[in-house]
């Protein structure tokens, strides 16, 4: 049996923040679309897939803010082939964040049904939810944050793309992706949202953005007319408040959970250092960027991931118990639709935790396992919080952005082999 290094559980110190009253500050940013809002008119309202905090209030306080100027809004899901790609599917998954007809007093109409509506300059194909069309007007709610499929300075994962993948079901969210394959993704989603919004009665979005101890920091109401220009200055906003992890070299992440909710790839490639379409399993760094991550050990999947297994292919190793939750149809769907079929690779898995950890150590090029640096994370949105092996403590004690919350102490096994 390898000999573990002990574990320090760490803080990383992120400024404070006071906490944002959802409710005032959405009644004063909605002050630019009330004139807009006429009274008995049907608004549809696009809600994703992704785990916000404070999701479920943030829509309950649209709505009412939508009732108070007289409108019939509705939900749709508005998130391209999650779920299963099927109406139950994406219903389930609103449901598991707090979001049904009964909790927000209004109907949920989960219809995959699009309509084409135009062509991008790009020569992609625009469509658009059925449910969407026929109302009156259309708000989406979506967080801002940097894209895991692309880098761009200017554009992330958040209104525009959920005018293009969310409005466009399933299949909007296939020809995106096969455009992005020849134009690039910044391209594709600026000309399919440049068609949408030209075409359809989009009102505009409620843009989120959360801090590093995933609260929410800022609420955004954006009209239609500044969509596609707000993520210019709201992503390097996001972008500046993402938390990372603190360190240049790692030679084990363990990572608790990953999924849907999590991240769209399952675990952030933003944090992780690995891209979505493949990445290097060389164990020399060379001159790659940090976090340079040797080994990934991915031990579940999130309740709220449904089975999407997706982000699998970007670890290492992983537990037999997380490859047996992994719906395989789900998780395929949502691979080859965003054409992405590396995330969904399986790795070697093993029956309990510390097999895995030991198998992961003893195939990385060490002289003494117990001298490995190695960090535990709950996911990738999740790092206020870390646990780190005592030798990389050692290397980083003296920094002020960090903080020990315990003394060293050994890995914590249950009976059964698995971590505590």
Known sequence: MIVLPRIVHVRQNFPA???????ATLAAEFAKLRPRLVPGARIAVGVGSRGITHLAEIVLAVLAELRAAGTQPFIIPAMGSHGGATPEGQRDVLASYGITEKTMGVPVRASLDVREVGVSAEGAPVNCSTEALAAKGILLINRIKPHTDFHSPTLGSGLLKMCVVGLGKRTGAAAMHLTASRVGHERAIRGIADVLLRTVPILGGVAILENQFHDTARLVVVPREEMATAEDVLVPAARALMPLLPFDEIDLLIVDRIGKNISGSGMDPN??????????????RDNRPAPFIRRIF???????THGNGIGIGLADLTTTRLIRAIDARVTGINALTSLTPQCAKTPIHFDTDREAIERALASLPLADPAAARIVRIADTLSLAELEISEPLWAEVRSRPALT??????????AADGNLV
């Open 271 to 284: 944090v992780i250092g690995r891209s979505v379409d493949g990445y290097s399993s060389s164990l020399r």
């Open 404 to 413: 020990a919350l315990d003394e060293p102490h050994a890995p914590r096994f």
């Open 298 to 304: 991915v031990r579940d999947l999130t309740p709220e």
């Open 17 to 23: 923040q006071p906490p944002l009253d959802v409710g």
